[in-house]
């Protein structure tokens, strides 16, 4: 998919097409994440600092099922 720079106001953007915003469940308002590959750049509705705390803590609850339940009580 091809998206071209276009001035917004004062600054530069770029408009992203219904077909994307739908593919990425986005709407108005809502904020995505650009991080840089290997390959080049990959947009996402979802935070790879968070993604990775949440792998994290689960791989934690993992280890102490125990403390996990007793506190859960």
Do not use: C, W
């Not at 992203?16 to 915003?21: F, G, Q, Y």
């Amino acid at each position: 998919m091809e998206l071209k720079i276009t001035k917004i106001g004062n600054s530069l953007g770029v408009i992203l097409p219904r077909e994307l915003l739908t593919r990425l469940k986005l709407e108005k308002g809502d904020t995505i994440f650009i991080t840089e590959t290997p390959d080049g750049y990959r947009l996402s509705p979802y935070d790879p600092a968070y993604a990775e705390q949440m792998h994290t803590a689960r791989e934690l609850m993992k280890k102490r099922r125990n403390v996990v339940h007793e506190l859960s009580k």
